[in-house]
T-cell receptor, first 110, second 113 residues
Framework: SQTIHQWPATLVQPVGSPLSLECTVEGTSNPNLYWYRQAAGRGLQLLFYSVGIGQISSEVPQNLSASRPQDRQFILSSKKLLLSDSGFYLC?????????FGPGTRLTVL | GESVGLHLPTLSVQEGDNSIINCAYSNSASDYFIWYKQESGKGPQFIIDIRSNMDKRQGQRVTVLLNKTVKHLSLQIAATQPGDSAVYFCAENRGGGSYIPTFGRGTSLIVHP
């Protein structure tokens, strides 16, 4: 069966520091991968998606970037965090219509 | 895309009651719909899905109803339990290979013992 991992689970970072969040998927090949952000009490905002290694589509202009160095690895990065980057970051995978989500990373920027 | 709003709609029910959570979707071309459950601090979990060629689908204690005429989707939970307390999201997906669903803003279900 497929599983999706995200780490770290929680992160507290100062403004201006770099960020690297990692997502890996097991048990499947060539999945579509997604990064979402969820602000408290709000819905899901799609940040990036990828249909293959090295292929990244950005949905929202911002100071975040994403990379897919391996088939089942998706990384969300920033060179300098802003206060507004705080939120709950979710990675998801799909092979068709249905997305399956990871456990999320709670990021607090102080 | 992002769902915006300061406060989530909330549904409060007593344990043992049936719950109905509603969702209006916007795209008449959408042909696949999903309900997710998100517990506090966790990622959304897939509950049940339905394709546009159906108007009803049943799972374990859950039923999804689809009314394409009015673009309305509902999730019915039978004999609601405290463990059902969570935020429930609907998602619509347009056919033709588009794998970017549009999520609803979510409804908070609170089950009182």
């Amino acid at each position: 069966s497929q599983t999706i991992h995200q780490w770290p689970a929680t992160l507290v970072q100062p403004v201006g520091s770099p960020l690297s969040l990692e997502c890996t998927v097991e048990g499947t090949s060539n999945p579509n991968l997604y990064w979402y952000r969820q602000a408290a009490g709000r819905g899901l905002q799609l940040l990036f998606y990828s249909v293959g290694i090295g292929q990244i589509s950005s949905e929202v202009p911002q100071n975040l970037s994403a990379s897919r160095p391996q088939d089942r690895q998706f990384i969300l990065s920033s060179k300098k965090l802003l206060l507004s980057d705080s939120g709950f970051y979710l990675c998801a995978w799909s092979l068709g219509d249905t997305q399956y989500f990871g456990p999320g990373t709670r990021l607090t920027v102080l | 895309g992002e769902s915006v709003g300061l406060h989530l709609p909330t549904l409060s029910v007593q344990e043992g009651d049936n719950s109905i959570i509603n969702c209006a979707y916007s795209n008449s071309a959408s042909d696949y719909f999903i309900w997710y459950k998100q517990e506090s601090g966790k990622g959304p979990q897939f509950i049940i899905d339905i394709r546009s060629n159906m108007d009803k689908r049943q799972g374990q204690r859950v039923t999804v109803l689809l009314n394409k005429t009015v673009k309305h989707l509902s999730l019915q939970i039978a004999a609601t339990q405290p463990g059902d307390s969570a935020v429930y999201f609907c998602a619509e997906n347009r056919g033709g290979g588009s794998y970017i669903p549009t999520f609803g803003r979510g409804t908070s279900l609170i089950v009182h013992p």
